[in-house]
């Protein structure tokens, strides 16, 4: 059993910065591709970007440029630096490990 426990969301005005982090509970966090999903009220979960086990990374349209996916592995750790936030971006935030395991989320509250 994985545990995945996410941190770092919070109320931040349009055009600031924050960091998630998602904590993961294995042996097998160095050899996994890991996510970061979104979801906002009333809508369903969406990919926001994924690092594979080797770097490669990957994100949805309306973030790039503005976040960042990244992971240290002698952490157990993935990452989401998210710049210039926007209201839109406001959603509960899920960390994914491999293709099964999600975190509890950390909510994202982006201000006007």
């Known amino acids: 059993q994985v545990q995945l426990v996410e941190s770092g969301g919070g109320l931040v005005q349009a055009g600031g910065s924050l960091r998630l982090s998602c904590l993961a509970s294995?042996?097998?966090?160095?050899?996994?591709?890991m996510a970061w999903y979104r979801q906002a009220p009333g809508k369903q979960r969406g990919l926001v970007a994924s690092?594979?086990?080797?770097?490669?990374?990957n994100y949805v349209d309306s973030v790039k440029g503005r976040f960042t996916i990244s992971r240290d592995n002698t952490k157990k750790t993935v990452y989401l630096q998210m710049n210039s936030l926007k209201p839109e971006d406001t959603a509960v935030y899920y960390c994914?490990?491999?293709?099964?395991?999600w975190g509890k989320g950390t909510l994202v509250t982006v201000s006007a």
């Open positions: 690092i594979t086990s080797g770097g490669t990374t």
């Open positions: 994914l490990f491999g293709m099964n395991y």
């Open positions: 294995t042996t097998r966090f160095s050899i996994n591709p």
